[in-house]
């Protein structure tokens, strides 16, 4: 079955930075784009950064654009957030996300979460 295990998330001050992974299993890891969203008390979730398939292009919400990198192993199944320059307002859960259109529907799994708090 599909997995999405996320570790990484934890307590930082301002300023800092934190590496948050995912680990897939259980799906063709190289053929989805992968993707971290984060949703923060009482508002929507959001999309920070996307990774696509093999060749590995990548987008950025605008608020992380400079500080957060998004990358990929295709041999490890492995997606990372590199997160620097860290403010309060980057607090949320930081969710991993892999998705795929395949006939013409949209796949998506999701990761439970992890909680990312930046506070001094």
């Known amino acids: 079955q599909v997995q999405l295990v996320e570790s990484g998330g934890g307590l930082v001050q301002p300023g800092g930075s934190l590496r948050l992974s995912c680990a897939a299993s259980?799906?063709?890891?190289?053929?989805?784009?992968m993707s971290w969203y984060r949703q923060a008390p009482g508002k929507e979730r959001e999309l920070v950064a996307t990774i696509t398939t093999y060749y590995g292009s990548t987008n950025y919400a605008d608020f992380v654009k400079g500080r957060f990198t998004i990358s990929r192993d295709n041999v490890k199944n492995t997606v990372y957030l590199q997160m620097n320059s860290l403010s309060p307002e980057d607090t949320a859960v930081y969710y991993c996300?892999?998705?795929?259109?395949?006939?013409?529907?949209?796949?998506?799994?999701w990761g439970q979460g992890t909680q990312v708090t930046v506070s001094s």
């Open positions: 259980g799906f063709t890891f190289s053929t989805y784009d």
């Open positions: 996300n892999a998705r795929r259109l395949r006939f013409g529907k949209n796949i998506n799994y």
